[in-house]
């Protein structure tokens, strides 16, 4: 199997075909979770699935496994994943990559004939993004347990859309209970979303483990009133008070550099129309950093940032943690085994700690999970102009069936079996 | 008529009524511009208007107009109006106030069979909070000509639907060419919505002018990425740019105090979801002043801050103008006759100058207009807790009866026609 190599072309032309589900007219894909476009990927992603012979379950909260049989399949399967959601104008590669490459591991395997000892599985996971449901990696937390499937399908939309209902509207509220099967171990590969690799020049980033991420919604509680005759002195503008919340956020994520990060993208006004000061803001934002203490210390310095800022402006700031993860490790032994395919191959590699949350981090609750990156351009991502070259995909995906073969064992290849 | 008075009670009831339509937990009112409740508010105008004995025309705006006929018809009404709209929590007097005190009016001639020279009306104008559909006093504005009818039918709202579409949907679709008949003059009364007369103890804010106001849309342009990877240093947030506006904004309101006011209450970010550096905000707001030359310096000095972010942030700031009116004057003989009213009434009145919006300002471009103000509690208004007194209340449309009366001119009353 020395030579075993996947279909570079075939590859590049399914993620391209892909990325034509949603497409955008900047370049890019919308493929919102569980809306109708995700609906059509998954649909294709189900027909070639089934087209390489593989058996498809999908479970109650959606997450989609394609099964191809092992020659001792009562093993727990070796399994590729990611996800083919994205955010409203994401990238063609995001999420998307990563099951794709899974996909054509399986096709290679087939055109060589190879049986693997354990059995393999490409998953796609709902709703990684976190973009149209919070939080992210909505599916993978389901399935490792990390929150109930009654939390997960009653999460809503801006729309008041629950997850339940959305899964329905696109037939993928599946029959098969969530976590309800055994995983030998977890492979993902995911375009690095930031510029370390392309700086290095390095074609795989081997990832160790994840930065901490922190969760919060600020609230800001003002006072509404008319924008006009209400004196300036006497308000509680609670735009003005998210504003600076805003910055206090912004202030924070630079004070921890380089490691630290921190954004606030997300906000939500009340009554949010021309006339009104407005009573009531809402601001997402999280805070990331590669260490706990340091961690620690960023969600101290804005918890009492908030405070000294709702004392100055007579206003209610709350900052309230809803989610967190991190710093985790992955698994020592697969990212071993992940350089050591990278090295047969001859790409520059390097390690990497990832700042983004993938569903290869909940996975480790359950299984052994490695993770690796491939260079995006420019570093950018979660953006129209994402890009990864073709062949740093194609080496994504070889790193993978290398690594997956070694973890499933070969009882036979197109050689072994015809004679 | 020196002793003619309005019915206190009757007025007060009228108007708890009027505020049930919408009615909101805190005890305020949701009548957005032509919505349902705005629909229904409407209709129990026109019920209680066409059982006062008026003749009701709807044009094509929606703005309604109940008419008392005069004893030389051929004369321009005397007219008194406001609004039935609110903001999204707004309170039970806003607007509603005027049109409920006009009626009370019409009510108190019936009642006393009074027969004035020229007819009378009361006129409900279409979106005069400019909360739903922008801008304000969409309805004047279009009757005046200030923009044309077709302007302000293709307006939309947050959800797309457009002028056109909701008053067809509520029945308010009127036959009548806008801006197709004459006004003899025009009077509103409104509350405050400020502090000055509840400071000074006066029961009538006789209103001499309004500030200057200029609204701005402010444009961000930022870059998407994604939040945790993507460098600090490398960033461009849209909505880290767009808090430093929204504080720029206010800056320039406190900087030209007592007299300068600014707001930037409103505020559109793309795509909004959590994961997403933003790429584009949008935020509404505007500046108002007393002064010409202080409301051009103001727009300067913002101007020229966002100039200044744009090179320190390195992302793009616009400043567009879509909007702007004043400083203008009220007819100085119609206030006369409201400050004479108030006097004979023995109200304790004083000028003002209005820094909000009403449907007097553009009124003043196609007849004499006049307009007086009652005082707010805590000068809280576009809040559900507002709140004027009864008695103010029933000031208000006592001196606007008396004023119109004297516009107006008298034939006949009980006394003369029952003899």
Redesign the interface.
């Known amino acids: 199997m020395r030579n075993l190599s996947i279909d570079a072309e075939r590859l590049w032309s399914a993620l391209m075909e892909m990325g034509r589900i949603g497409a955008t007219p900047a370049g890019g894909s919308r493929r919102l979770a569980l809306s109708r476009e995700d609906g059509e990927a998954r649909d294709l992603f189900v027909r070639w699935a089934k087209e390489a012979g593989c058996a498809v379950t999908v479970d109650r909260v959606g997450n989609i496994f394609a099964r191809r049989a092992g020659a001792d399949d009562s093993r727990p399967p070796v399994c590729i994943g990611s996800h083919l959601d994205t955010?409203?104008?994401g990238g063609k590669f995001d999420g998307v990559f990563g099951v794709i490459a899974g996909l054509e591991v399986l096709r290679t395997l087939d055109d060589a004939d190879v049986r693997t000892r354990a059995p393999m599985e490409v998953i796609v996971w709902t709703n990684e993004?976190?973009?149209?449901y919070?939080p992210?990696t909505l599916g993978s937390l389901a399935f490792v347990g990390a929150h109930s499937v009654d939390y997960a399908l009653d999460r809503v939309d801006a729309d008041g859309i629950s997850v339940r209902e959305a899964l329905t509207e696109i037939g993928y509220d599946g029959p098969a209970e969530v976590g309800d099967r055994e995983i030998g171990a977890y492979f993902e590969a995911h375009n690095?979303?930031?510029?370390l690799l392309e700086e290095s020049g390095n074609t795989i980033g081997v990832v160790t483990g994840s930065?901490a991420?922190r969760?919060f919604v600020i609230s800001v509680q003002g006072?509404?009133?008319?924008?006009?005759?209400?004196?300036?002195?006497?308000r509680k503008?609670a735009?003005?008070g998210?504003?600076?919340a805003?910055?206090e956020v912004?202030r924070v994520?630079?004070a921890y550099?380089?490691d630290?990060?921190?954004?606030?993208?997300?906000?939500e006004?009340?009554?949010?129309?021309?006339?009104?000061?407005?009573?009531a803001v809402r601001v997402?934002c999280?805070l990331?950093h590669r260490e706990q203490a340091a961690i620690d210390e960023m969600e101290e310095d804005l918890r009492s940032a908030l405070t000294r800022l709702g004392d100055e402006l007579d206003m209610g700031f709350e900052l309230e943690p809803y989610f967190a993860w991190g710093p985790m490790s992955f698994d020592p032994e697969l990212a071993e085994l992940l350089r050591a395919a990278a090295d047969e191959l001859g790409y520059g590699r390097q390690d990497l700690r990832?700042?983004?949350?993938h569903d290869a981090v909940p996975m480790t609750e359950v299984t052994r999970s490695g993770l690796i990156l491939i260079p995006s351009r420019d570093?950018?991502?979660?953006?129209?102009a994402e890009y990864s070259a073709p062949e740093h995909v194609a080496a994504g995906a070889n790193v993978l069936l290398r690594a997956a073969l070694a973890e499933a064992g070969i009882v036979a290849d197109r050689h072994s079996r015809r004679t």
């Not at 690095?192 to 510029?195: M, N, S, V, Y």
């Not at 990832?354 to 949350?357: F, P, Q």
């Open positions: 955010v409203p104008t993004e976190g973009a149209r919070s992210v690095e979303q930031g510029p930065h991420s969760y006072m509404a009133a008319h924008v006009g005759p209400t004196p300036m002195a006497g503008d735009m003005v998210a504003a600076r805003v910055l912004n994520g630079n550099g380089p630290g990060r921190s954004n606030a993208p997300h906000i006004v009340w009554p949010n129309v021309r006339g009104v000061i407005p009573d997402s999280d990331r990832i700042i983004a949350g570093g950018l991502s979660h953006n129209e």
